[in-house]
Nanobody, 129 residues
């Protein structure tokens, strides 16, 4: 069973940068669907970015395109979310998620949290104005 460990959250000011890390120790996940979701208080969990099969396909939420990237390092068994030009509306709990079959990345629309069976514990990102 894959388990995910997130780190890297914190507090920054508007315009700042943070990098979140998601480690999957003991597993090589280059053929999985991996992703980052976020959930702000009172809001539904939304997909921020996903990556499939070694980067052949990526998805980004429209509001983060051009500001966030989702690199992965298979040697370190880690997935990252590089966040630049952060805004207060990016404030949320961020979760790493995985689908070991890859199907979650293949839909036509935004990723659905329901399609990801494996989740990390979450890491808080707070952006102040």
């Amino acid at each position: 069973q894959v388990h995910l460990v997130e780190s890297g959250g914190g507090s920054v000011q508007t315009g700042g940068s943070l990098t979140l890390s998601c480690a999957a120790p003991g597993h090589t996940y280059s053929s999985y669907c991996m992703g980052w979701f976020r959930q702000a208080p009172g809001k539904e969990r939304e997909g921020v970015a996903t990556i499939y099969t070694g980067g052949r396909y990526t998805y980004y939420l429209a509001s983060v395109k051009g500001r966030f990237t989702i690199p992965q390092d298979n040697a370190k068994k880690s997935l990252y979310l590089q966040m630049n030009s952060l805004k207060p509306e990016d404030t949320a709990m961020y979760y790493c998620a995985a689908d070991t079959f890859g199907h979650a990345c293949l839909g036509a629309g935004p990723p659905s949290a329901a399609d990801f069976p494996i989740w990390g514990q979450g890491t808080q990102v707070t952006v102040s104005s």
